[in-house]
């Protein structure tokens, strides 16, 4: 790395740098915090169990741990070519570890650099991808200002089989989507075994599939239903373990 | 009951459709500060650095993402509203990492506290499952940049590689066993299908948010006539 790189490098990761993102971070965790508050409050209001609320959280907090921490992968994977502020900001809020190294190198591209590179990165180029990263991705945030107010009223407006217990065609079609991300998913791994013979991920998968089976089956059968609080994170962390395994054997 | 009331069906409508209001507006207000403030960020980074957008280049660059990305939102949207409500749909679309993981935790609480899609105990499950998962990732990511000089030689170390390029596939072959089952008699067409796909095209192995759109449509016009023919009763 040479001296100008290491300079662009210190001026993206000074202390300035840091100061602006936490500033963007904290307003939007006072976001969650606001909301958060409002809908526990309106949870007593309407009499739901203390129990229930409280476990959503808990539950939610552990389903996260582990993807937090990929995604804390990504701030370090970028930041040998964005500094660690900027990356930082992108994968706490907004951004998406699965897109993210795709829209920067897009934004690079466009901006006229041959790459995501540091040794092609000047300032001008820097703020540019930033702007470029944070607009390219507002749709969803832009649609919910403009119109989610009237497509929730559209939505609550759809007729619900009422009082019979049975499932609705809105409870099948959220069962459906995630059938399908799952399999889209999953068909890339059986896609990159066949075509490129790449394995692991499959291998990951699969590893991944038997060690929720076993959960399921505890939690359904010897009615271990504390487990559900930790089947998911405990299934990719058995997964994740058994890939480094196998990465080896492979 | 804890602090709470028990509501007759028709004042917990009234109360839901009041709250929704209120919802809808400081979620609003909430997005544009946000939104705001985001957009500065660039702009005060070049502040300290000395340099400034190039606006030209900010626009090829803008096009070139937004022709994948707008149109990608707009399905999420479509789709992913109806599962979350008001409020953590606004949460969730500024705090982003969607389908991987907020989808997924709002699912997953909502399940765990058996609350129905369109309901006021799904809108308030769903709001408190994404504030605390964007709390957790903010908290772990402030922690993880805090630590990351000293944890960079273990993150880096190449032994545990495998295990963090591979997190999407273990989190995908759990959650993917979890909703096979639950749709076990439509599950095997959209998996079939794409499996198919990414051997006789394997380009689209790495187009992942494309096939995802063409597969979840699919699936739930799968399910639908499944649905309709009365092949999905219990």
Redesign the interface.
């Known amino acids: 790395m040479d001296i100008m790189e290491a300079s662009l490098l210190d001026?993206?990761n000074?202390p300035?740098?840091y100061g602006?993102?936490a500033?963007?971070?904290v307003?939007?965790?006072a976001?969650?915090?606001?909301?958060?508050v409002?809908?526990?409050r309106?949870?007593?209001?309407?009499?739901?169990?203390?129990n229930?609320?409280r476990?959503?959280?808990v539950?939610?907090?552990t389903?996260?741990?582990?993807?937090?921490?990929?995604?804390?992968?990504g701030?370090?994977a970028l930041?040998g070519s964005m500094g660690?502020p900027?990356p930082?900001?992108r994968?706490?809020?907004?951004?998406?570890?699965?897109?993210e190294v795709n829209?920067a190198e897009?934004?690079a591209?466009?901006?006229?650099l041959s790459g995501l590179k540091i040794t092609e990165m000047?300032?001008?180029?820097?703020?540019?991808?930033?702007?470029?990263?944070?607009?390219?991705?507002?749709?969803?945030?832009?649609?919910?200002?403009l119109t989610?107010?009237a497509?929730?009223k559209k939505?609550?407006g759809k007729p619900?089989a009422a009082g019979s217990g049975r499932?609705?065609?809105?409870?099948?079609?959220?069962?459906?989507?995630?059938?399908?991300?799952?399999?889209?998913?999953?068909?890339?791994?059986?896609?990159?075994a066949?075509?490129?013979n790449v394995m692991?991920?499959?291998l990951?998968?699969?590893?991944?599939?038997?060690?929720?089976?076993v959960c399921?089956f505890l939690e359904r059968k010897k009615r271990m239903h504390w487990l559900?609080n930790f089947?998911?994170a405990a299934?990719?962390?058995i997964?994740?373990?058994a890939?480094?395994l196998?990465?080896r054997v492979m | 009951?804890?602090?709470?009331?028990?509501?007759s069906g028709q004042e917990?409508q009234s109360?839901f459709a009041r709250?929704?209001e209120s919802?809808?507006r400081?979620?609003?207000i909430?997005?544009?500060?946000?939104?705001g403030?985001?957009?500065a960020?660039?702009?005060?980074?070049?502040l300290?650095?000395?340099?400034?957008?190039?606006m030209n280049?900010?626009l090829?660059?803008?096009?070139?993402?937004?022709i994948?990305?707008?149109p990608?939102?707009?399905v999420?949207?479509l789709?992913y509203?109806?599962?979350l409500?008001?409020?953590a749909?606004?949460?969730?679309?500024?705090?982003?990492?969607?389908?991987?993981?907020k989808i997924?935790?709002?699912?997953?609480?909502r399940e765990?506290?058996d609350a129905?899609?369109?309901t006021?105990?799904n809108?308030?499950?769903s709001?408190?499952?994404?504030?605390?998962?964007?709390?957790?990732?903010?908290v772990?990511?402030?922690l993880?940049?805090l630590l990351?000089v000293p944890l960079?030689p273990v993150?880096?170390n190449p032994?545990?590689?495998?295990?963090?390029?591979?997190?999407?596939?273990?989190?995908?072959?759990?959650?993917?066993?979890?909703?096979?089952?639950?749709?076990k008699k439509?599950?095997a067409i959209?998996?079939v299908?794409?499996?198919?796909?990414?051997?006789l095209m394997?380009s689209?192995?790495r187009q992942?948010?494309v096939?995802?759109i063409?597969?979840?449509?699919?699936?739930?016009g799968?399910?639908?006539i499944?649905?309709k023919k009365g092949a999905?009763e219990?």
Request: proline share 4%; aromatic share 10%.
């Open positions: 001026k993206l000074s300035a740098m602006i993102v500033l963007a971070i307003l939007v965790a976001m969650c915090v606001y909301f958060m409002k809908s526990w309106a949870g007593i209001q309407i009499g739901m169990d203390k229930v609320l476990k959503a959280i539950s939610s907090a389903f996260t741990l582990l993807p937090a921490f990929s995604v804390l992968l701030v370090v930041s660690i900027l930082w900001l994968l706490s809020v907004i951004g998406n570890l699965q897109y829209v897009i934004a591209k466009g901006v006229g000047t300032p001008e180029a820097f703020v540019t991808i930033a702007l470029v990263m944070t607009a390219g991705i507002l749709g969803g945030a832009l649609l919910c200002l989610l107010k497509y929730s939505l609550s619900k499932k609705t065609f809105g409870d099948w079609a959220m069962v459906a989507m995630f059938v399908g991300m799952c399999a889209a998913y999953i068909g890339s791994y059986i896609g990159q066949v075509a490129h692991l991920p499959l990951t998968a699969l590893v991944a599939a038997s060690a929720m089976a399921e559900e089947d998911l299934s990719m962390l997964a994740m373990a890939s480094v196998l990465g | 009951m804890d602090n709470g009331k028990i509501l917990k109360w709250y929704n919802m809808h400081e979620g609003r909430w997005t544009v500060v946000c939104l403030f985001l957009l960020v660039p702009f005060l980074m070049g300290v650095l000395g340099a400034m957008p190039d280049r900010f090829r660059g803008f096009i070139n993402v937004a994948i990305y707008y990608t939102s707009l999420e949207y789709i509203v109806p599962m409500g008001a409020g749909s606004y949460l969730s679309f500024i705090t982003g990492n969607l389908s991987n993981l997924p935790c709002a699912i997953n609480a765990m506290a129905r899609v369109g006021p105990e809108e308030i499950i709001t408190l499952s994404v504030a605390t998962s964007s709390l957790v990732t903010v772990v990511l402030a993880g940049v990351l960079q993150l880096s032994v545990l590689t495998p295990a963090f390029d591979n997190v999407v596939p273990a989190l995908f072959g759990a959650l993917g066993l979890k909703y096979f089952l639950k749709g439509f599950a959209p998996l299908l794409s499996g198919a796909v990414c051997i394997p689209m192995i992942t948010s096939l995802l063409i597969i979840g449509a699919l699936t739930i799968v399910s639908f499944f649905y999905l219990e």
